[in-house]
């Protein structure tokens, strides 16, 4: 069982080892694409300044629009309603239980 457990835990620290690295990679990806489109935005307005600020905004609204569309998905009216449902079962189950039936 130890041991089926230490071969787990070094499995697990392998592949988080991978994904920490290609995380990594991705992020410097990202960047260097970020920097080339502001550098070809700044070809096309004439200033870098303008090119990165352009860029800049547009990777911000970009964000912005991600965490709107992640906060809304998580206030669901839906599953609101079902937690409320389940929260009142679980009282009737404890006083059900409390009345010692």
């Known amino acids: 069982m130890r041991l089926e457990l ?11 080892v991978i994904l920490v690295i290609g995380g990594a990679i991705a992020a410097l990806g990202l960047v260097l694409v970020a920097v080339a489109l502001a ?5 096309l307005l004439g200033s870098a300044s ?6 800049g905004i547009a990777f911000l609204a970009l964000g912005a629009i991600i965490v709107a569309v992640r906060v809304r ?10 937690l409320q449902r389940t929260t009142g079962e679980l ?3 404890a006083q059900w239980l409390s009345n010692g039936r």
């Open 73 to 82: 998905r998580r206030v669901d009216p839906s599953r609101r309603h079902a």
């Open 91 to 93: 009282r009737k189950d």
């Open 39 to 43: 550098l070809g935005v700044a070809g």
């Open 50 to 55: 303008a090119g990165f600020a352009v860029t």
């Open 6 to 16: 230490e071969h787990n835990l070094a499995l697990l620290v392998r592949h988080l």
